[in-house]
């Protein structure tokens, strides 16, 4: 499995974005999916997950609301809908996928593949 991110970039607050995560593999045994970020001089931080088909998805406090994490099965594509941005959204974020038909929880060490990585920068 690989993850490929696209998206990101410098918008300004309460502007809206989306991130996308192409994975490569088969995703038909389960995958659990979820998308972190890290801002600087900060620990990683969940932001939402969920499982391969989308159910009962998963969002920290601090976003539930604004963010909404979706899965396109027929592309293989992971996106997460960013809304009404804070300047305290500004990170890197990183998708990443665990093979689990459910969802595997917050952990990030509960993730066995990690996209790359993608700067999003929330001016205020």
């Known amino acids: 499995v690989q993850l490929v991110q696209s998206g990101g970039g410098l918008v300004q607050a309460g502007d809206s974005l989306r991130l996308s995560c192409l994975l490569s593999?088969?995703?038909?045994?389960?995958?659990?999916a979820a998308w972190f970020r890290q801002a600087p001089g900060k620990e990683q931080e969940f932001v939402a997950g969920?499982?391969?088909?989308?159910?009962?998805?998963t969002y920290a406090e601090s976003v539930k609301g604004r963010f909404t994490i979706s899965i396109d099965t027929a592309k293989n594509t992971l996106y997460l809908q960013m809304s009404n941005l804070k300047y305290e959204d500004t990170a890197v974020y990183y998708c990443?996928?665990?093979?689990?038909?459910?969802?595997?929880?917050?952990?990030?060490?509960?993730?066995?593949?990690w996209g790359q990585g993608t700067q999003v920068t929330v001016s205020a």
């Open positions: 990443a996928a665990a093979r689990s038909s459910v969802f595997v929880g917050e952990d990030g060490q509960k993730y066995d593949f």
């Open positions: 593999g088969d995703p038909s045994r389960g995958i659990a």
């Open positions: 969920s499982n391969w088909i989308g159910t009962s998805p």
